[in-house]
């Protein structure tokens, strides 16, 4: 799946939807246990001032220094923190040994870690500093170093949380990606199984009623429509093919009588030309037939096991005498047996036709070849002629298509039109290419059509 389609970026958005999701979840709920454990803290803060700055107001200095001695005896807030210091700063009452120096004397709260009287380690604690009328400062507090313990396990599952969201997040997103793949796949093997000529495949049903199904309609109308066209296209072709066969055919028989009782030899030349025109235009249709028919997939339930080694020995046995009176060799390079199910005739024809156009066109040795690999088989056919420039190919393998006009002679650019209309009735590709020098020819068949 490549990064850029559709799929990757559907399944990367699932993920960062998801992600986005899990922390918004995680920092809202660590926000509020963290507002809630430092408002609790203000608020003990503001109840312990507000009841120390009452006494001040009603006892003074004096009496609010035993109050807050009296307190700290009787602990009655746990976890306070007060210092009560006079006008140069000298501590008179509290817990505290000294007012600390990172606590401004603004009225305003700070988090500070400090000691207390009588604790060995310094703890986290909100204190606020109030100025009295006297000159004097009172400092009062709350110690939060549990609550900020709770909140740093918090803080550590929210991490711990966080990975396993990441985790989730990609499940999340590969288990969408392959919802999609796995919807399309029928309707992509449909596909496939259609280019390959099976005009009968159909998607399934789906009665979901949601996108994939509607996909799934639209092909299958589609794919209908197309049978319909192929199939009529057939019909008029077969049909177009016998009117046309059938007044050649005459015409050609008209054609030999004449030519037998013609004495004059440029009346005689005359009908042989015109024999050899009417030869030709019936061995066009004949070929064009074939195209139309192979590229429809009619022939398929004609398949059957042959050994492609002994038919290429058979081709070069053929072909032999006319390569040798051209002063030329064909050789065949192919595994002792290897069988495969295929249209004989069809093959046969195919490499007649590449073997005829090495002997036309090529040079040299025509060097036939059958190879066997795990999945495929490839038949090649190579020469040592000037070959096919690699821009010109595509237009080699299309009907009608002729790379060399000036060639003239007898071809109408169906010869190699039809060998991939043969490779591809049998699910196979074919692939022109440089035989340095020359042209190969490679017809790749799948060993399990």
Known sequence: MHWRSTTARFAALVFLLQLAAAATLLLTLRAIVRGQVYDRAFVTEEVLRQDLLATHAGSGTAGLARAIHLRGERRAVPGAVVLLTDARGRPLAGNLAAWPPNVPGDDSTVAVELYRVRHDTPEAMLVRATRLPDGGRLLTGSVIEGERRTVRLLEAAMLVALS?????????????????????????????????????????????????????????????????????????????????????????????????????????????????????????????????????????????????????????????????????????????????????????????????????????????????????????VADRGPGIAPGQRALALSRFGRVDEARGGAGAGLGLSLVAAVTRLHGGTITLDDAAPGLIVRLTLPLRP
């Not at 002063?327 to 005829?356: F, K, M, W, Y």
Request: glycine share 6%; aromatic share 4%.
């Open 164 to 380: 396993l969201a990441v985790a989730f997040a990609s499940l999340a997103a590969w288990l969408a990606a392959r919802m999609i793949v796995t919807r399309l796949d029928d309707t992509v093997t449909t596909l496939r199984a259609v280019r390959g000529g099976d005009l009968s495949r159909r998607v399934a049903d789906d009665a979901s009623g949601d996108a994939f199904a509607l996909l799934a309609g639209a092909v299958n109308a589609t794919l209908d429509r197309v049978e319909a066209l192929v199939s009529e296209l057939t019909l008029a072709t077969d049909t177009l093919a016998h009117d046309l066969k059938s007044p050649l055919t005459r015409l050609r028989s008209a054609l030999e009588r004449a030519s037998a009782q013609v004495t004059e030899p440029a009346a005689q030349e005359a009908v042989d030309r015109a024999l050899s025109e009417g030869d030709r235009v019936l061995a066009l249709v004949e070929t064009a037939l074939r195209i139309s028919r192979a590229e429809a997939g009619i022939g398929r339930e004609t398949f059957a096991p042959i050994d492609l080694a002994v038919e290429l020995e058979q081709l070069a046995e053929i072909y032999g005498p006319v390569a040798e009176d051209a002063g030329r060799a064909i050789t065949v390079s192919a595994p002792a047996t290897l069988t495969l199910p295929v249209h004989r005739e069809l093959i046969a024809q195919a490499l007649g036709n590449l073997i005829d156009n090495s002997l036309k066109y090529g040079a040299g040795p025509i060097a036939l070849a059958l190879e066997a690999y795990a999945d495929t088989a490839t038949i090649s």
